[in-house]
């Protein structure tokens, strides 16, 4: 099973811009890879995914035009680049790789959907 590391996240005001990275303990090129996020007393929810050779992306409509998801193929990583960040967008990021069930949904959670979690990072937005 691939071994998955968040890195970067932290504290910023709002406004301002953080970027997390998930790197892979093997090579993932042939499985999608996403981010997820989880606030304090919510649902685990998806915020952006890649399909391999990130030919397909997917942003939560709370996201869209602030984040970009980004992959390297040959560091096996991906890469949440967040701008214009906002106080709730502060939760727990975590990164998954692994098959989908149906492409046109890759934040859905459980079934045969994503076999490997990082243990998450957090990033802190203040008002």
């Known amino acids: 099973q691939v071994q998955l590391m968040e890195s970067g996240g932290g504290s910023v005001e709002a406004g301002g811009s953080l970027s997390v990275s998930c790197t892979a303990s093997?090579?993932?090129?042939?499985?999608?890879m996403t981010w997820f996020r989880q606030a304090p007393g919510k649902e685990r929810e998806g915020v952006a995914a890649?399909?391999?050779?990130?030919?397909?992306?997917y942003y939560a409509d709370s996201v869209k035009g602030r984040f970009t998801i980004s992959r390297d193929r040959v560091k096996n990583t991906v890469n949440l680049l967040m701008n214009s960040l906002k106080p709730e967008d502060t939760a727990v990021y975590y990164c998954?790789?692994?098959?989908?069930?149906?492409?046109?949904?890759?934040?859905?959670?459980?079934?045969?959907?994503?076999?490997?979690w990082g243990q998450g990072t957090q990033v802190t937005v203040s008002s």
């Open positions: 093997e090579d993932t090129s042939s499985v999608w």
């Open positions: 890649a399909s391999p050779g990130s030919t397909i992306t």
């Open positions: 998954a790789a692994g098959f989908l069930e149906n492409w046109s949904q890759p934040f859905v959670l459980g079934g045969e959907n994503y076999q490997s």
